[in-house]
């Protein structure tokens, strides 16, 4: 891990006037840079070759001769062969004669590779790369093990697929898509069997993946990804979490499954018959006002352990994914240490918690931007840098 010492020497180089912010051309980048564009920054996207039109031309920025802008978010488009190569010494070069500020998705730790993000990255990362492991299910220190040092709810983990006796569902990654799943439930061994040994035949998932699996007790109920925020430049008596919104997905082919009648479900054979869980979409939500007091226990407490366990903490953005059950009981079943995937739900339009916090439309993007400015303003820039 490299040192913060060392991120923090890097900064005293920059530019404070001057900052740009920075991000992996996939996931959430238009959140991200559509709310710095809000707060006045400078935005640098690093994209892919095949996969840049988005950020090099369809939401490039236009500025007119003072530099304000007048159309899109994204000022410069950084097109690589590959996502992997923005580790080569030149372009993080680049990136830090610009003084960028780099915001991590997951589609950075994963592309990158999360030992490249801990140990090479010389950009400083807004937030907490140490955190960012977490999300790696194989680790010891996952945030299922966070989770359980916090005393939060999460489903139930069943350690041999023998012992399956009611539905679970199956957490390993899909063979060929490398930032998607290949989740998928059964209700008995029998079942586990049928379904795993179908899906390694197509390909969509390999032994070695199956053999790590984790296999928890399916939770029925609604999901609420919980995209909160938590600030380490929140004044005294200030709550530093904040919920700025909530969305949920939509997951090719399951969504196609459950808009047939049941009758033609049973009717699907072969590769149709088994949904995959891949997210194509989310859709912004609410909860009832009774719950919020809930969900906001669970983050102040995600908050607590991490502080303990990873120092320094989070820092700005994180999600708690979860599920509500027929009692309106909360568990989570997965967690972002960073920037969630469906925060451009918000984009150009916040959404009505952290509107009705800020004020204004306030998007995660924007709340990060925010969190840089004051950051820069007062001298703290190495606070909520890592």
């Known amino acids: ?99 960028t500020i780099w915001v991590p998705n997951r589609s950075f730790t994963v592309y990158c590779g999360i030992d490249n993000v801990e140990d090479k990255w010389r950009v400083p990362i807004f937030g907490n790369r140490a955190m960012l492991r977490t999300e790696e299910r194989t680790e010891q220190r996952d945030y299922y093990w966070l989770l359980e040092k916090a005393g939060l709810p999460f489903p139930e983990k069943i350690q041999d697929p023998r012992d399956i006796r009611e539905l679970v569902i199956v957490k390993l990654h899909h063979a060929k898509k490398k930032l998607e799943r290949g989740f998928f439930t059964a209700a008995s061994y029998e079942e586990y069997r049928e379904k795993s040994a179908e899906l390694l035949s197509q390909g969509v998932i390999d032994q070695e993946s199956l053999d790590k699996a984790r296999i928890e007790r399916y939770v029925i109920g609604p999901v609420f990804n919980f995209n909160f925020f938590h600030s380490p430049l929140a004044e005294r008596g200030e709550p530093a979490v904040e919920l700025l919104g909530v969305d949920w997905r939509f997951e090719s082919s399951l969504d196609g499954h459950v808009r047939l009648p049941a009758a033609q479900q049973l009717t699907l054979q072969g590769k149709q018959r088994i949904p995959e869980m891949t997210v194509v979409g989310h859709n912004t939500a609410t909860v009832r006002e009774s719950l919020l007091e809930d969900a906001f226990a669970l983050a102040e407490k995600f908050v607590a352990a991490a502080k303990e366990h990873y120092a320094p903490g989070v820092i700005g953005p994180f999600c708690l994914q979860t599920c509500v059950d027929k ?60």
Request: charged share 25%; net charge positive; glycine share 12%.
């Open 327 to 386: 009692d309106m009981k909360f568990y989570i079943y997965d967690v972002a240490p960073r920037i969630g995937g469906g925060t451009n739900v918000h984009v150009g339009v916040g959404h009505p918690y952290g509107n009705a916090l800020w004020r204004k439309p306030m998007s995660t993007g924007r709340r990060i931007a925010q969190e840089i400015r004051l950051a820069a303003e007062t001298g703290r820039l190495g606070e909520v840098v890592t």
């Open 1 to 99: 891990m490299l040192a913060r010492d060392s991120i923090r020497e890097a900064l005293s180089r920059y530019d404070a006037r001057k900052l740009t912010v920075g991000a992996l051309g996939s996931h959430s980048a238009l959140d991200v840079a559509d709310g710095a564009a809000d707060e006045g920054f400078r935005t640098l996207v690093v994209a892919q070759q095949g996969r840049e039109r988005t950020y090099a031309h369809y939401y490039k920025a236009k500025r007119d001769a003072r530099g304000r802008l007048l159309r899109g978010s994204i000022d410069e488009c950084l097109v690589l062969p590959k996502f992997g190569d923005v580790m080569l010494d030149a372009h993080q070069q680049k990136l830090l004669g610009a003084s």
